[in-house]
């Protein structure tokens, strides 16, 4: 499917939409800092989401369609996230509860966000804690400002942190570092499960 363009304050996102057939939901994802919406973990989120018949969008940063490896600064990132969100709300995604989320650097802009766009749950793959040697550096704030119910799936030996279990947040270890490839099935079955337990609440 050819992606949607949507205009945004900082250039234009790209959505690459994999729309589900009765769908019940849908799946919001953004991707990495350096990477991008083909990252092996949001492939496999993306499979296990519709096979729960879950719509997803995967969201490409105006940063990213400029082919800058950098990212944009935190607040643009959150504004440019917000207009796609309130795009797809009033079209492809309207009527639908709505779960946002992403890898690394997309699980905070999600997690940031959670509030102002409505979301029924937060999926973060990756979250990065804090800085690779620097503990004190704790993102865990952003985490722990999400007031609906939380997914982490973390490599266990993933050199940004693990973070603590916490009342509406599930953990869920896998072998691996940051990249999340050690357990893609063992990862589409944590998403699926825990869709399910959101959609259903």
């Given at each position: 499917m050819t992606p949607i363009e949507i205009d945004t304050p900082h250039g234009p996102?790209?959505?690459?939409?994999?729309?589900?057939?009765?769908?019940r939901g849908a799946l919001v994802l953004g991707h990495g800092a350096g990477g991008g919406v083909a990252a092996r973990d949001l492939v496999a989120a993306t499979k296990a989401a519709l096979e729960e018949r879950v719509s997803v969008a995967l969201v490409e940063q105006p940063y990213r369609v400029k082919g800058?490896?950098?990212?944009?600064?935190?607040?643009?990132?959150?504004?440019?996230w917000d207009v796609v969100i309130d795009h797809l709300r009033g079209?492809?995604?309207?009527?639908?509860?709505?779960?946002?989320?992403?890898?690394?650097?997309?699980?905070?802009?999600?997690?940031?966000?959670?509030?102002v766009t409505y979301a029924a749950g937060v999926l973060c793959l990756a979250f990065p804690v804090h800085p690779p040697g620097k503990p004190e550096k704790t993102r865990l704030d952003e985490l722990n400002a999400v007031t609906v119910p939380v997914l982490v799936i973390q490599g266990e030996s993933?050199?940004?942190?693990?973070?603590?279990?916490a009342a509406g947040r599930e953990i869920v270890a896998q072998?691996?570092?940051?990249?999340?490839?050690?357990?893609?099935?063992?990862?589409?079955?944590?998403?699926?499960?825990?869709?399910?337990?959101?959609?259903?609440?």
């Open positions: 996102a790209l959505v690459h939409l994999h729309v589900a057939e009765d769908a800058r490896k950098s990212p944009a600064p935190a607040k643009q990132l959150d504004t440019a079209d492809v995604f309207a009527g639908l509860p709505l779960i946002t989320g992403g890898r690394s650097a997309g699980a905070r802009v999600a997690c940031r966000t959670a509030a993933d050199p940004f942190g693990m973070p603590p279990p072998p691996g570092t940051h990249a999340l490839t050690g357990d893609l099935a063992g990862l589409g079955e944590a998403v699926r499960g825990w869709l399910a337990r959101v959609l259903s609440d």
